[in-house]
């Protein structure tokens, strides 16, 4: 890492500073490839570090570059202020994955980053751009990441698209939770975002992949039970009604199974006499009722951000079972006659 300790801005002269820099990478990695091509991302770095030195000399930067260890972004500062981001790539292009989107590491101070990246393959060459007109989406490896693209034209920045300037969303006390509400409204049916950050403590993406038929009974009774919770559409006779959960099911609770249908559905039809009438009743509402007094307790302990998300309307805290109820009721109409409303609500 480099850092400078100076602390008068300078704008101008830091640009100079940089346009300097990536003419003498230009030209030595053009006159010298033998030795360039055997640098990696770290040994660039220091590269640069020495470039910088160099150039520093007669600016408000000299003597103020230093190079540091660790995980500190970005990785070069100067001034306190302005920050270069070293990134390198073996391949022919000019994409790569950034930093964390939650800049969890950011160098107390700095206000404006520029990204500096070297294609480290024959022809070498080098690309200098603010950071954020180089940002074109956001990935996940272990954690949202910035996707690179430094031949990105004008106005076609993530931040463009999510009308968010980087300044505005890198200051947010949580911004990975804006942008997985942006990605939630381009979702098409049946896609759903597979990290599961949502911005509250209350939930996490479950690590370890399982298969449903590993779980214990309390495990699959839980599991079950908390689809009736979230996805009303479950008693609905929509084709595509157990998607959202087995989406849910593997990617946020890790769990894999060929067919959550079956867990519902197994045994094809109940019973169930309501006001001295006997209704012949689909398996899944049979298992709801059956299983009412768990979603009661699930229904007061999930978060209410959680429930709002996904049954996509606006929660009431003081009538959560009873919204809940309506909505069951409403997709349950399309596959029986029986009073479900009236009946959960005694």
Known sequence: MVISINTDPHRNEFESLLSNML?????????????????????????VF????????????????????????????????????????????????????AEG?????????????????????????????CLVSVVVTHSPRYLIDMTLDKGQTFFDKIDIPYDELRKQENPIKTILDYYRKQLKPGETTWWADTGTKSKETNMVVRLWSSLSREEASDLKIKGFCLFPELLSNR??????????????????????????????RGEILYKKVKYDIPKIIKN??????????????????????????????????EQWCNLVSATAAEITDFPLRDYLRV
Request: charged residues 25%; negative net charge.
């Open 23 to 47: 003419h003498t990478l230009k030209k030595e990695s053009h006159s010298n490839p033998k030795e360039y091509l055997a640098l990696s991302g770290n040994r660039l770095e220091g590269k």
């Open 50 to 101: 020495d470039i910088m030195e160099h150039h520093a000399t007669n600016t408000p930067f000299e003597g103020s570059i230093k190079l540091m260890s660790g995980q500190n972004f970005p990785d070069i500062i100067a001034s306190n202020y302005y920050g270069v981001e070293v990134k390198t790539t073996k391949s022919n292009h000019w994409k790569s994955t950034g930093s964390s989107v």
């Open 105 to 133: 590491t950011r160098v107390n101070g700095i206000e404006r980053i520029f990204m500096l990246f070297g294609k480290i393959c024959e022809p070498i060459d080098f690309m200098c751009r603010p950071y954020e007109e």
């Open 239 to 268: 084709q595509d009604k157990f998607s959202r959960m087995t989406l849910w099911l593997s990617t946020v609770e890790g769990i894999i199974t060929s067919n959550i249908r079956d867990k519902y559905t197994a045994g094809g």
């Open 288 to 321: 709801l009722i059956d299983s009412l007094d768990a979603i009661k307790i699930m229904l007061r302990d999930i978060d209410i951000e959680y429930l709002e998300e996904h049954w996509g309307v606006h929660v009431d805290v003081t009538i959560i079972y």
